[in-house]
């Protein structure tokens, strides 16, 4: 059985458990990205945070975001396979369904849509949640969901499965 949930909490301190296929995006959170994140909470909703106590950002498929103490190390720990797109940024590799080349073209499209490319782009991943860019190719994409999905055990605990006593 795999992995269908994943259980965080968020900088508040409350326990939560959400389906795996909501995710879009789970990335790792910089010093600066917490400072930012604190600034941008206090000013616009009065939220004041302990940027201390947080260290993931989890975007979901509706464009949401929670910010979540646990580490990508304690969210693997549940047996959560992730793949890395690159520059730090993760999908359960569960959600991810396929992963066609972005062209130039695309980069144009998104252009003509104000959108600003801070990188360089090789590839667009279908997820359950939604499409991510990457700037691995579809094959490398590919290749690292199979290392994850691979690399979890079949019990999705991260625990060896335990004999029963004779």
């Known amino acids: 059985m795999s992995t269908i949930a994943l259980k965080y909490t968020t900088h508040e301190g409350i326990t939560k458990l959400v389906p795996l296929d909501t995710i879009r995006l789970i990335r790792p959170m910089t010093d600066e990205d917490k400072a930012r994140a604190k600034d941008s909470l206090k000013e616009k909703k009065g939220i ?21 103490q646990e580490s990508l190390d304690a969210l693997r720990e549940q047996g959560i396979a992730l793949v890395n797109l690159g520059s730090d940024r993760y999908v359960p590799a569960t959600n991810i369904t396929g992963a066609e080349a972005f062209t130039k073209e695309d980069a144009e499209r998104l252009k003509g849509e104000e959108y600003t490319l801070k990188q360089t782009f090789r590839s667009k991943v279908d997820t359950r949640a939604g499409t991510v860019l990457s700037s691995a190719t579809p094959v490398q994409i590919m290749d690292r969901r199979a290392k994850a999905m691979e690399a979890v055990p079949a019990n999705s605990n991260n625990k060896k499965p335990m004999a029963k006593p004779a």
């Open 48 to 68: 004041d945070i302990d940027a201390a106590r947080v260290n993931v950002r989890i975007e979901f498929g509706d464009k949401s975001s929670k910010l979540v």
